[in-house]
């Protein structure tokens, strides 16, 4: 449930600012009581990126592989698994002191609940979308949610976009456009009306799926703008850190979970065996089982990316981790691979290095805002705003 906590949270893939430092990781060799000589291998900037790269790469084609099963709906089942196994893992790590993070406290969690609700909402239509959706088309999509919180950046915490930024922007639009005419021209000349009626029947099924993606993932872009900057602001309340975000989420989230997949998902023997059939119930339960492992593999891998390399360094890899993950989803799934479809994930991915550039050289300077705003405060991101508060008192 946490890629998305955390990537689509735009901590980790979305941001060009690194997550808040306040939990360094342990260096892995140290964590686990090996010699100064293999903790030094460990330190090495390719282990944390590799790492880093690999968890986001998991996270994401674990979750297709559940939601890609025949009418699997039971999303908030998924998602409450997922949670629990976050939770778990966060705690045994905390037990063994690999990691550290306030204890629940009933004020904290009174003040963070409304953040869970938005995160819920972000990540129900992500595995909605991601259901509809190829893993290329909604990855590419996922970058338009950068430009809804830039304009909330602007408008609600002095924030300020430059002109290099908007370039970037730009180039978002287009790669989603690009992929969004691929997808269907890629489902036309499929299902195309060659030899039939039938044929034509199943390309305007084809369409109606695909539509029904693009709304879900417009849904979420909102919803993931929503949290992030919800987020922003509770932050202020809390002095949260990586982890403390991390398990309050989660553990927030699963009453909720239950209560929704109780009451709005079918749990009849019938839709059971729809959703796990016998000859892949095994690999639907692990996935799911590794998709939660991951969240906090990306949470962990993200902040030992930070500390071995640099800020610079981190948001490189971010933008460029966008490739891998698109490219996952031509090799492990039956995704189209056309001309557009490739090119979409080009731009894409140019776009994602011109947006890490841009935001690197205005954390160096203090642009005066681009976009259309009346708020007259100093510029700052969202993500550097937390950093100072999160420093104060």
């Known amino acids: 449930m946490a890629d998305e906590k955390k990537r689509d949270g735009f901590a980790v893939e979305m941001s060009a600012t690194p997550p808040k430092r306040v939990l360094s990781p342990q ?55 997922q949670s629990v196994v976050c939770v778990v893992a966060i705690q045994s790590c905390k037990s063994m002191g690999i990691i550290q993070y306030r204890d629940f406290n009933v004020d904290e969690a009174r003040k963070w609940l409304p ?36 304009y909330g950046e602007v408008l609600w915490f002095g924030g300020s976009v430059t002109p290099l930024v908007l370039f970037s ?37 084809k369409i109606s799926t695909l539509n029904a993606g693009y709304l879900w993932m417009l ?6 703008a929503s949290y992030v900057l919800g987020m922003r602001k509770r932050i202020k309340l809390t002095n949260f850190k990586d982890f ?8 927030l989230s699963i009453p909720i979970l239950i209560v929704c997949s109780l009451t709005l998902e079918s749990w009849s023997a019938e839709n059971l065996a729809r959703n796990f059939p016998a ?33 610079t360094t ?22 189209p691979t056309t001309f557009g479809s490739v090119g979409a994930i080009c731009i894409g991915f140019v776009s994602g290095i011109f947006y890490a550039v841009a935001k690197i050289r205005q954390g160096k300077e203090q642009p005066k805002p681009v976009l259309p705003t009346t708020n007259a405060k100093p510029p700052m991101s969202a993500s550097s705003q937390s950093m100072r508060d999160g420093l104060k008192g």
Do not use: H
């Not at 030899?195 to 034509?200: A, L, V």
């Open 115 to 150: 953040v869970s609700v938005l995160l819920i909402g972000m990540i129900f239509t992500g595995t909605k979308a991601l259901q509809f959706l190829s893993i290329p088309v909604y990855t590419i999509f996922k970058n338009l949610t950068i430009i809804l919180i830039a």
């Open 244 to 251: 403390d975000t991390m398990y309050y989420n989660n553990l």
């Open 27 to 81: 260096p892995p060799g140290a964590a686990l009581g090996q010699s100064p000589s293999a903790a030094a291998v460990l330190d090495r900037p390719m282990f944390p990126i590799l790492a880093y790269c690999c968890s986001s790469i998991l996270m994401t084609v674990t979750n297709k592989y559940v939601l890609s099963g025949l009418d699997f709906n039971l999303n908030f089942f998924l998602l409450c698994v």
């Open 279 to 311: 000859a892949q119930r095994t690999p639907i339960i692990t996935s799911m089982v590794i998709s939660g492992l991951s969240s906090v593999f990306i949470s962990y891998t993200s902040a030992w990316c930070v500390r071995v390399t640099s800020s």
């Open 219 to 224: 849904f979420n872009c909102f919803c993931s």
């Open 169 to 205: 922007f730009g180039l978002m639009v287009l790669s989603s456009v690009v992929a969004a005419w691929a997808d269907i021209q890629a489902a036309l000349d499929r299902y195309g009306d060659t030899t039939g009626k039938e044929q034509s029947a199943e390309a305007s099924a």
């Open 314 to 335: 981190y948001s490189m890899v971010g933008a460029l981790n966008k490739l891998p993950i698109a490219m996952s989803g031509l090799i492990f799934f039956d995704a």
